[in-house]
């Protein structure tokens, strides 16, 4: 468990805090292949306004090599960044002067790509004579459903995207106790994966959800891993490994509608079912879904129904927060400057940094 640190708790309870003017904070977020600056502001016990969210996409750069390639996207961070924090600053109509702090990604991620931004922000930060803050990529996602809210509310958290499978008992921003993860493949991971032994573009995961659409999802009884066993972990590998058994016995025209879909209906049952079970055990009456994944329609209508069945609130990150973005880093910072924290300057990255 991490306890919340300092002034945090009553700073979102609308309480007091060592700077509880508004503040104008600058993120960037560069753990990967995508390039984002933004600026939000915010107050204490405020809604927190996004003035500003720049993205730099990748994905058609590392499309031809099926997968990123570290070299690449550190190349085009470096790129892109600069032109991406003046078109932040115009959209949001403020001077690099006013802002009170500056933050960026500091893992989990590539090295390489992490070294971009956080260098750019701690020099800004430096110069400016403002605070930095290090960010958790991880706590981006998990606080990125409430950013339009006034506070985070206790709940259990599923972060799944490309390199993550998370389960969390949240009490409060800070305040976060793992509930169970993934043992191998992360399920975007695995999305990738099928995707491309089925023959899709990259990413795969958006692919499969657009092929499964027309497909039959009782079509192949594809395994749900360790969905009975009394942890709350998570296994996609023998899931991944049962398709390509499949493709392999497969004659004729590749089903791949079919595929998909029961492939994909095999990992949001997995999802859903897991989460739920992390509710009821530990009596949270909400969940929060967010990451790249969670960006898939399929699975969103799964865990709304079963959330309204089991009569629990639902929060999804809305569309825009779900892939790699700033805002959600920045929304994460600013909790951490108005409850009187930062990161110092000679602070590392940490490719591996886990969350908890």
């Known amino acids: 468990m ?11 309870a609308g309480g007091s805090a060592k700077n509880p003017r508004v503040a104008l904070l600058l993120a960037i977020e560069s753990s990967c292949d995508e390039t984002a600056v933004a600026i939000v502001r915010g107050e204490p016990g405020q809604r927190t306004e996004v003035l500003a969210s720049e993205i730099n996409s990748q994905i058609a750069l590392h499309r031809e090599h099926g997968g990123v390639v570290p070299e690449l996207a550190s190349r085009n961070h470096s790129l892109h960044l600069r032109g991406l924090v003046e078109m932040a600053l115009l959209d949001a109509g403020v001077r690099m002067a006013e802002i009170d702090a500056f933050a960026a990604t500091t893992g989990p991620g590539l090295a390489s790509s992490l070294l971009i931004g956080s260098t750019a922000a701690k020099g800004m930060a430096c110069a400016a004579k403002r605070p930095f803050l290090g960010i958790n990529h991880l706590e981006g996602h998990l606080l990125s459903p409430f950013l339009d809210q006034t506070s ?59 092929a499964a659409r027309a497909g039959d999802p ?6 749900r891993s360790m969905l009975h066993e009394p942890h709350l972990d998570f296994s996609f590998s023998g899931l991944k ?29 997995i999802l859903v079912r897991k989460t739920l079970r992390a509710a009821e055990l530990t009596g949270r009456r909400r969940v929060a879904l967010s990451g790249g ?10 865990f709304q129904q079963a959330a309204d069945r089991a009569g629990l609130e639902i929060s999804v990150a809305t569309p825009a927060l779900c892939t790699d973005n700033a805002a959600m880093i920045a ?6 400057h108005l409850a009187g924290e930062s990161s110092p300057l000679d602070g590392d990255i940490h490719p591996n940094l886990p969350l908890v």
């Open 2 to 12: 991490i306890a919340s640190r300092g002034f945090f708790s009553r700073v979102l």
């Open 152 to 210: 985070v509310p206790p709940h259990v958290a599923l972060i799944v995207s490309g390199g993550h499978t998370l389960l969390l008992d949240v009490d409060g921003p800070g305040c976060y106790r793992k509930l169970g993860g993934t043992r191998d493949d992360a399920a975007g991971e695995a999305y990738d994966k099928v995707g491309k032994m089925l023959g899709l573009a990259y990413p795969g995961g958006p692919e499969i959800e657009k």
């Open 218 to 223: 009782q079509a192949y009884d594809f395994p």
């Open 241 to 269: 490994t049962a398709v390509l058994y499949t493709l392999q016995k497969q004659t004729g025209e590749l089903p791949v509608a079919d595929l998909a879909a029961s492939f994909q209906q095999a990992v949001i049952e």
């Open 293 to 302: 994944v969670s960006l898939n329609q399929a699975l969103r209508a799964a």
């Open 331 to 336: 929304f994460a910072a600013l909790l951490r």
